[in-house]
């Protein structure tokens, strides 16, 4: 029997009835059964300042560094604002990349997003890959999941666009591929 796999999943949007995190929810509900996903919330933690980090870093960003630690892999979701993630993930991701050990370095990482647009937040995840560079985070590479006109593919709070819902399936058994990879490689079941 292999060690189950968990996640850890990161919304970049804030409001009640955002379509990132229906999405993200859409996401979890497609995984097969015996994966678990803990989702981090991100929305109270201090702007990021290197003399708050002198003093220690939030017990909120320690505990999210730990719960990404003991995660095979990581989910990214967020809208795009003004052409790039939101600021919120971002502010998330700055606090985390401080930390030692870094814990986006070397993880399987899968990452989507919702928009009013047509272009589903493209620009904003291509932004997001060339952070994970930086961060040597292991994104997958497709299928790419841009979700665009979100107000047409959710209802009630729910996913209702079928093919989107494929898409994310599909991006999830990538994810668990590249885990079962980054897995074998290392020499763990
Ligand atoms: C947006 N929106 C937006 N949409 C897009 O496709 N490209 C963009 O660059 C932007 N920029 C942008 C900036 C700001 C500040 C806001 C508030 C919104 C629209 C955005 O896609 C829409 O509000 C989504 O519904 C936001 O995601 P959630 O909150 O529904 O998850």
């Not at 979701?77 to 991701?93: C, D, H, Q, R, T």
């Not at 370095?105 to 997001?128: D, E, H, I, N």
């Not at 047409?152 to 668990?176: H, Q, V, Y």
Request: a positive charge; glycine letters at 10%; aromatic letters at 8%.
């Amino acid at each position: 029997m292999s060690e189950p796999i968990k996640l850890a999943a990161f919304c970049g949007s804030l409001r009640q009835g955002s379509f990132n995190r229906m999405a993200l929810h859409a996401f979890i509900e497609r995984l097969p059964a015996g994966v678990t996903v803990s989702t981090i919330e991100i929305g109270d933690w201090p702007l990021y300042d290197a003399d708050i980090q002198a003093k220690g870093f939030p017990d909120k960003v320690q505990a999210a560094q730990k719960t990404m630690l003991e995660a095979d892999g990581v989910v990214l979701v967020s809208p795009e604002y003004n052409y790039g993630i939101s600021g919120v993930l971002k502010n998330a991701i700055d606090w985390l990349s401080r930390m030692t050990p870094q814990p986006f370095a070397a993880k399987p990482t899968a990452l989507f997003g919702a928009s009013g647009g047509v272009l589903g937040t493209a620009r904003a995840q291509y932004q997001l890959r060339q952070t994970l560079v930086f961060l040597d985070g292991r994104p997958v590479n497709k299928p790419e999941v841009m979700i665009g006109q979100a107000q047409n593919r959710f209802a009630d709070g729910k996913l209702t666009d079928e093919a989107t819902g494929k898409l994310l399936a599909d991006l999830g058994a990538a994810l668990l591929l590249a885990v079962r990879q980054s897995r074998a490689a290392a020499g763990v079941k």
